[in-house]
């Protein structure tokens, strides 16, 4: 149980093209969701918490106008790279935790690999 | 703000037993997690801890946990060719909810 899906996995594309990526929760529904950062050989940065039903909440040093977040429904939520620069080609990982009583640990999609030419 | 701290490399023989370490700074932190990265891929998660206890054992994973000294380990006992891979310990505290704060990283490389 506690699946995350994540897609696309890869996607390259040209400067300037804006890129959405789904991240659904698949057996479960997530009230919380957040979306991670990370650069080769690097740890996972935290970019925003996606809320369902209202805004984003994005850590320090996030544009919020670049990486746009929707949170729609409990079982997911969407971000979009927009305008995207060769500065922005990373790995784009997002994570659920279960809505529920007690502790729910968060689960990881596979990530997105963006590739900006 | 929070600090995760971890060695970046491990090698281990396969059949050998692993030790990660971790060392945080947040006394705060209630829940302790491990989580292992292969490459190309997400994050699964492989246990977690609550701050009040100091050992936790499934299968083939022993989590120690000293609360005092703000260190976590990670023993993978009998440690497979499969085993190799990133592990990132991860802290949440009660001020944040889910939030995580990830450790750096300690790539496992098991050689047989």
């Known amino acids: 149980g506690a699946v995350v899906s994540q897609h696309p996995s890869w996607v390259i594309c040209k400067s300037g093209t804006s890129v959405k990526i789904e991240c659904r929760s698949l057996?479960?529904?997530?009230?919380?969701m957040f979306w991670y950062r990370q650069f080769p050989k690097q740890s996972l940065m935290l970019m925003a918490t996606?809320?369902?039903?209202?805004?984003?909440t994005y850590e320090q040093g996030v544009e919020k106008d670049k990486f746009l977040i929707n949170h729609a429904s409990l079982t997911l939520s969407t971000l979009t790279v927009t305008s995207a620069h060769p500065e922005d080609s990373s790995f784009y990982i997002c994570?659920?935790?279960?809505w529920g009583q007690g502790h729910q640990p968060q689960h990881f999609g596979d990530g997105t690999r963006l590739s900006i030419l | 703000g929070e600090d995760v701290e971890q060695s970046l490399f491990l090698s281990v023989r396969e059949g050998d037993s692993s030790v990660i370490n971790c060392t945080y700074t947040?006394?705060?932190?209630?829940?302790l997690y491990w989580y292992k990265q292969e490459p190309g891929a997400g994050l699964q998660l492989l246990t977690y801890?609550?701050?009040?206890?100091d050992m936790k054992q499934d299968q083939r994973l022993t989590v120690l946990l000293n609360k005092k000294d703000k260190h976590l380990s990670l023993r993978i006992a009998d440690t497979q060719t499969g085993d190799s891979a990133i592990y990132f310990c991860?802290?949440?505290?009660?001020?944040?909810?889910?939030?995580?704060?990830f450790g750096t990283g300690t790539r496992l490389q098991v050689t047989l």
């Open positions: 996606s809320n369902e039903g209202s805004k984003a």
């Open positions: 801890i609550f701050s009040n206890m």
């Open positions: 947040d006394s705060s932190s209630t829940y």
């Open positions: 994570s659920a935790s279960p």
């Open positions: 057996d479960f529904q997530a009230t919380t």
């Open positions: 991860a802290e949440t505290d009660t001020g944040t909810a889910s939030k995580l704060t």
